[in-house]
């Protein structure tokens, strides 16, 4: 219960207040560790109850520090890890309660080494569409462009895998150099003939009979697809007269 002082109730109320900070004040906070970040991202993370500031009677949204440091938690897993905002979520919370909770993992584990709690566990495997918009920061027109260029597409329910996350965050870096979507298509095509070489390759195993065959297909998958994306960037590098670090 909060103790007033002997000046009066408003005199308390004001102290109590004095700890809060407008949105504008939290947005400027955050600003050096998240320069994308927008009073309609706030707002947006608040409506999705990934933080709760309180409210001034005349409905000013008024945040503690620790509601700042909670949103600067859910940025971090979200530029960091691409977490979905519910799995963000339900992981603070917990970890609020006091619970030891892992890390969720992307959850794309097929292999033998995969554990079933793996697969029944909070995973990243999908991101809805205002996730999406929000993590890459960008508007839902700029998303249907990004689709018809084939760098991003959702999946038969409407949502995203947990890539397009990562290829939304590229696009809009890349964006700032003036390279444009449309000047990806390039890109999208030759990452589709990558994938299709992997993909004749791994194909015979995936039709094995054998279950432990199968499952060793997606683990060559994963490591012909490491071993192509290192050999593009080397070309690219060649090809540029650079060294990357």
């Known amino acids: 219960m909060l103790?007033?002082?002997?000046?009066?109730?408003?005199?308390?109320a004001a102290a109590a207040d004095s700890g809060l900070m407008s949105i504008g004040t939290v947005l400027n906070a955050l600003r050096d560790e998240f320069p994308d970040i927008t009073i309609s991202k706030i707002r947006f993370l608040e409506s999705e109850g990934l933080v709760e500031p309180r409210r001034t009677p005349a409905g000013y949204r008024k945040f503690s520090a620790h509601d700042v440091e909670r949103l600067g938690q859910v940025l971090r897993m979200q530029r960091d890890h691409?977490?979905?905002?519910?799995v963000i979520r339900e992981h603070l919370d917990a970890m609020e309660r006091g619970e030891a909770v892992p890390l969720p993992s992307l959850g794309r584990q097929r292999d033998a080494e995969a554990r079933p709690e793996q697969v029944d566990g909070p995973t990243a495997a999908r991101?809805?569409?205002?996730?999406l918009l929000v993590a890459a920061g960008i508007g839902d027109q700029e998303l249907k462009e990004w689709?018809?260029?084939?760098?991003?597409?959702?999946?038969a329910d409407g949502a995203y895998d947990a890539e397009a996350a990562t290829v939304a965050s590229l696009v809009v870096e890349l964006g700032r150099f003036g390279i444009e979507p449309r000047?990806?298509?390039v890109m999208k095509a030759?990452?589709?003939?990558?994938?299709?070489?992997?993909?004749?390759v791994v194909?015979?195993?995936?039709?094995?009979?054998?279950?432990?065959?199968r499952a060793h297909a997606e683990a060559r998958t994963k490591e012909l697809a490491g071993l192509a994306v290192k050999l593009h960037a080397a070309?690219?590098?060649t090809a540029l007269g650079v060294r990357l670090p």
Request: charged share 25%; no cysteine.
């Open 3 to 12: 103790h007033t002082p002997s000046g009066g109730a408003g005199h308390g």
């Open 82 to 86: 691409y977490l979905p905002l519910k």
């Open 127 to 131: 991101i809805g569409r205002d996730e």
């Open 147 to 155: 689709e018809s260029y084939g760098l991003v597409a959702p999946l």
């Open 183 to 185: 000047h990806l298509r």
């Open 190 to 200: 030759a990452a589709d003939r990558e994938a299709g070489l992997v993909d004749q």
């Open 203 to 213: 194909a015979p195993l995936r039709r094995h009979r054998n279950p432990q065959t």
């Open 235 to 237: 070309l690219v590098q």
